[in-house]
Nanobody
Framework: QVQLVESGGRLVQAGGSLRLSCAASVRTFSTYAMAWFRQAPGKKREFLTAISWNGGSTYYADSVKGRFTISRDNAKNTVYLEMNKLKPEDTAIYYC??????????????????WGQGTQVTVSS
């Protein structure tokens, strides 16, 4: 069973930066793409960014393109989300997720089988 544990969320002022981490407890981490989503109160879960199994390809939602950067370290079974120029509307619970299929880069939440418990990011104005 895959366990994903996010960390790094906290209260930050608008314009600030944060780096989230997601550690995976699975030997096959390096054969799966990974992604980050977020969910704000009263809103649907939103895709943010995905990264291919080897880090060679990345994908971003328009809402975070140019501000957020996804990366991974397969030796550490960890995926990261670097967030810059944070805005109050970035306030949400942030989740990392692993797709159902190996090698496949997914962006639709329905294609993901494993989710972390989430980490809260709050951006004050």
């Amino acid at each position: 069973q895959v366990q994903l544990v996010e960390s790094g969320g906290r209260l930050v002022q608008a314009g600030g930066s944060l780096r989230l981490s997601c550690a995976a407890s699975v030997r096959t981490f390096s054969t799966y793409a990974m992604a980050w989503f977020r969910q704000a109160p009263g809103k649907k879960r939103e895709f943010l960014t995905a990264i291919s199994w080897n880090g060679g390809s990345t994908y971003y939602a328009d809402s975070v393109k140019g501000r957020f950067t996804i990366s991974r370290d397969n030796a550490k079974n960890t995926v990261y989300l670097e967030m810059n120029k944070l805005k109050p509307e970035d306030t949400a619970i942030y989740y990392c997720a692993r797709p159902k299929s190996q090698w496949y880069v997914a962006t639709d939440s329905a294609d993901f089988a494993s989710w972390g418990q989430g980490t809260q990011v709050t951006v004050s104005s």
